[in-house]
């Protein structure tokens, strides 16, 4: 076992940029569950759906374009799907929305296949994101810092909004109990919609920032979608601190736990996921709802 403090500074920045990438992708699942009471499993489809604008869209304008483009085409996918399909299946129970969702992500895989085909796609690294900084004793990637930071910016705009504004008051009321936020006259029906696309833009974003890192493909949505969902049944279903919580345990234990115990690696988080359950089934932080 290695004793060079700059080894575990590596590992701890590794799990780091894991877990901000996982929230990302998390938090507007979870709300999704939280408020709406949908189970979106075409989730990862939209992560995917990013990473494909992303890269078309810089092979145009440049990263930055896939940056802060993707999210917003994800956003407008979002629209079609809860104007076509999603508010029509809100009442029809989890057991329903699973087997449509689960659908779509096949349905959405051979689209995102007929469009791009099977190739795998690549995106640069910006210039100003492509170098290292020395940073705990070791030279670590740029861009990966980019990741960590904008993940710890978007939860921190994510709590001071839920915490701070009037909108969050309401996404708050909606999630403790959406009937009596509708008698409060809170356009339950709106803010579902509002919701709903602003968890798909931060697939979207997910999706664009992971790009550079991972190779774009049309089963990476799949990939994604189990770890996602651990986060989001550990953390707790509703909840901003449950998604950071998820998060932050799920890039851990999978980034040391490759290192302490490498035969052990696959089945670490699955063990930590079967104890949470048997101990607090709801999650660590779930919504009070």
């Known amino acids: 076992m290695s004793l060079d403090l700059g080894f575990w500074a590596l590992q701890g920045l590794n799990a780091l940029q894991l877990s901000m990438l996982l929230f990302l992708l998390s938090i507007g ?10 189970v979106n499993l075409a989730h990862g489809s939209l ?16 990263y930055w374009a896939g ?20 508010r029509r299946m809100r009442k029809s129970g989890p057991m ?16 995102t296949r007929l469009f791009w085909g099977d190739l795998a796609l690549a995106i640069e690294v910006p210039e100003v994101l492509g170098g290292r900084v020395a940073l705990l ?24 909004v839920l915490g701070r504004t009037q909108i969050g008051a309401m996404i708050r009321a909606g999630v403790d ?66 998604a950071i919580a998820g998060s932050l ?17 696959s089945v670490l988080i699955y063990a930590l996921l079967a104890a949470v359950l048997v101990v607090k089934p709801v999650g660590l932080f779930p919504a009070k709802g």
Request: aromatic share 14%; charged share 5%; hydrophobic share 65%.
């Open 67 to 86: 940056f802060f483009l993707a999210p917003v085409a994800v956003a407008g996918v979002g629209v079609l799907l809860y104007s076509g399909l999603i």
């Open 249 to 265: 345990i799920f890039g851990f234990v999978q980034t040391f736990g490759a290192v302490l115990a490498p035969q052990l690696a």
């Open 47 to 62: 992560y995917a759906l990013g990473a494909y604008f992303a890269a078309t869209l810089a092979g145009f304008g440049g």
């Open 29 to 38: 699942l979870t709300v999704i569950f939280g408020l709406m009471h949908f």
């Open 137 to 160: 004793g070791i030279e670590y990637p740029t861009y990966r810092l980019f990741i960590i930071a904008l993940g710890l910016a978007i939860f921190a705009a994510l709590a001071f």
């Open 177 to 242: 109990n959406d009937a009596m936020a509708a008698c409060l006259g809170i356009n339950v029906e709106r803010l579902f919609f509002i919701v709903f696309c602003v968890g798909c833009a931060l697939a979207g974003l997910a999706g664009a920032v992971a790009a550079p890192l991972l190779s774009v493909t049309p089963d990476m949505g799949l990939q994604i979608l189990i770890p996602t969902l651990i986060v989001i049944v550990i953390g707790g279903l509703g909840s901003l601190k449950g």
């Open 96 to 111: 329903a929305q699973v087997l449509v969702t689960f659908g779509l992500i096949f349905a959405m895989l051979d689209l």
